[in-house]
């Protein structure tokens, strides 16, 4: 096995998801997810937010607000948009789903999600016939994602189709939640829960963007997460995808010194429905350099 940014476009697609998980780990911190909104306009209008993010360096193409029964990403004009993205990228696909917590009664703002954005064990079949290969249980603000609520969903998701899709889970924000908020978003507990419920890869806010998550308190639960055997994503969540390089260049810096397995990048750069195109190269080079960031940008699909 390969490490994930070794491998050309037709070797990711022959991937199982135990070869995916594998390779992964062998990148030892180096992988590059970017995350997209799919419902945003395209920042270069006729080319897919997918597309750009891919030319800027990321391993992993990570789609959000994405609706399962009704298949659309902007820019990509096709019944299939999730099998074109990774046609025309090469790179691992993953989407968001969302445990929404109905039991949580609240006076503040609620945002109402269509059907196909809940994460239901209907809606990762979707995902998984429309080429996903990784499923992120996480929240979006305003949406009332609770902890509780994602490890109900990794049971159900782990009973059905545990052997097929790689399971993400955490939270990046507090969603709304706001007995889950700054630094009572996560805990050991909740990370035990979620890997005893049956997730492959545990997320946390990377330090700095979330209240109370420095290097140390991150390091503590990358730690722990590793420990037991799964991989750890720190995520940008917080709009900080849109700060200067310099912010991005120590945000990557010291998530890669807490442990990170996978760094994840947000959707809201300023407008367009992603990172600001060179702070993922940015981010990207901290972690491994201008080698295998240049590489990940020039490596034809056709290979």
Same mark, same amino acid.
Not at 195 to 224: C, M, N, R, W
């Given at each position: 096995?390969?490490?994930?940014?070794?491998?050309?476009?037709?070797?990711?697609?022959?991937?199982?998801?135990?070869?995916?998980?594998?390779?992964?780990?062998?990148?030892?911190?180096?992988v590059m997810m970017s995350e997209l909104m799919a419902?945003?306009? &395209?920042?270069?209008?006729?080319?897919?937010?997918?597309?750009?993010?891919?030319?800027?360096?990321?391993? /992993? +193409?990570?789609?959000?607000?994405?609706?399962?029964?009704?298949?659309?990403?902007?820019?990509?004009?096709?019944?299939?948009?999730? #099998?074109?993205?990774?046609?025309?990228?090469?790179?691992? /696909?993953?989407?968001?789903?969302?445990?929404?917590?109905?039991?949580?009664?609240?006076?503040?703002?609620?945002? #109402?999600?269509?059907?196909?954005?809940?994460?239901?064990?209907?809606?990762?079949?979707?995902?998984?016939?429309?080429?996903?290969?990784?499923?992120?249980?996480?929240?979006?603000?305003?949406?009332?994602?609770?902890?509780?609520?994602? *490890?109900?969903? /990794?049971?159900?998701?782990?009973?059905?189709?545990?052997?097929? +899709?790689?399971?993400?889970?955490? #939270?990046?924000?507090?969603?709304?939640?706001?007995?889950?908020?700054?630094?009572?978003?996560?805990?050991?507990?909740?990370?035990?829960?979620?890997?005893?419920?049956?997730?492959? +890869?545990?997320?946390?806010? &990377?330090?700095?963007?979330?209240?109370g998550f420095t290097t140390s308190k991150v390091e503590?639960?990358?730690?722990?997460?590793?420990?037991?055997?799964?991989?750890?994503?720190?995520? /940008?969540?917080?709009?900080?995808? $849109?700060?200067?390089?310099?912010?991005?260049?120590?945000?990557? *810096?010291?998530?890669? !010194?807490?442990?990170?397995?996978?760094?994840?990048?947000?959707?809201? $750069? !300023?407008?367009p429905g992603m990172a600001i195109p060179e702070n993922?190269?940015?981010?990207?080079?901290?972690?491994?350099?201008?080698?295998?960031?240049?590489?990940?940008?020039?490596?034809?699909?056709?290979?």
């Amino acid at each position: 096995m390969k490490r994930l940014f070794d491998l050309t476009a037709d070797e990711v697609r022959q991937l199982s998801k135990d070869q995916l998980l594998d390779s992964l780990k062998l990148c030892e911190g180096r992988v590059m997810m970017s995350e997209l909104m799919a419902h945003m306009p &395209a920042i270069l209008g006729d080319v897919s937010n997918a597309e750009v993010a891919a030319a800027f360096g990321a391993d /992993i +193409i990570m789609v959000n607000t994405y609706d399962t029964t009704k298949p659309f990403i902007a820019g990509m004009d096709h019944e299939e948009p999730l #099998k074109e993205v990774a046609r025309l990228t090469g790179r691992v /696909i993953a989407a968001t789903l969302e445990p929404v917590d109905l039991s949580v009664q609240s006076g503040h703002y609620r945002e #109402k999600l269509s059907a196909g954005r809940l994460a239901t064990v209907e809606n990762v079949a979707h995902l998984i016939e429309q080429g996903v290969r990784i499923v992120l249980l996480t929240g979006n603000p305003s949406t009332f994602v609770s902890n509780e609520a994602i *490890l109900a969903s /990794i049971r159900e998701i782990k009973n059905q189709f545990g052997d097929q +899709i790689v399971i993400a889970s955490g #939270k990046m924000h507090s969603s709304g939640m706001l007995n889950e908020s700054s630094g009572e978003m996560v805990q050991i507990a909740d990370v035990d829960g979620f890997i005893d419920a049956g997730a492959d +890869i545990v997320l946390v806010p &990377a330090p700095g963007t979330v209240p109370g998550f420095t290097t140390s308190k991150v390091e503590g639960l990358i730690g722990h997460i590793q420990r037991r055997g799964k991989l750890a994503l720190t995520s /940008i969540g917080t709009s900080q995808e $849109g700060a200067d390089v310099d912010t991005i260049r120590r945000i990557a *810096l010291e998530a890669k !010194m807490a442990g990170s397995d996978i760094h994840h990048i947000g959707d809201c $750069g !300023m407008g367009p429905g992603m990172a600001i195109p060179e702070n993922i190269m940015a981010y990207s080079t901290v972690i491994r350099g201008r080698r295998h960031t240049y590489r990940q940008m020039a490596r034809s699909v056709l290979r």
